[in-house]
């Protein structure tokens, strides 16, 4: 059993950057692969970026590359969300979640585990 619990939103402007964490409990933290979805209002909840058990393999959905970067802390716990170039459409709850696979999937029935998310809203 995995625990996830999401911080570090907030109300930034556009261009400003955010670092999202994700603490996780349980001892096979590191077994996990970790993603992050984000769910804007009235649309589907989707992929944004994962990072494999070792950390040394990441993906990210088109529209973040180059400008989101998901990692692993040193201590494997912990799993963070760099945004930097915040746009408004980037505006959503982010959800931390967690997959049982050795890597990252953008398919989001892969993700048993899920915490209650964090809001992140981008002003124009």
Not at 15 to 44: H, V
Not at 68 to 94: C, H, W
Request: proline content about 2%; some cysteine; aromatic content about 10%.
């Amino acid at each position: 059993q995995v625990q996830l619990v999401e911080s570090g939103g907030g109300l930034v402007q556009a261009g400003d950057s955010l670092r999202l964490s994700c603490a996780a409990s349980g001892r096979t933290f590191s077994t996990y692969a970790m993603a992050w979805f984000r769910q804007a209002p009235g649309k589907e909840r989707e992929f944004v970026a994962g990072v494999s058990t070792s950390g040394g393999s990441t993906r990210y959905a088109e529209s973040v590359k180059d400008r989101f970067t998901i990692s692993r802390g040193s201590a494997k716990n912990t799993v963070y969300l760099q945004m930097n170039s915040l746009k408004p459409e980037d505006t959503a709850v982010y959800h931390c979640a967690a997959s049982r696979n050795t890597l990252a999937t953008t398919n989001i029935n892969a993700y048993p585990y899920w915490g209650q998310g964090t809001q992140v809203t981008v002003s124009s």
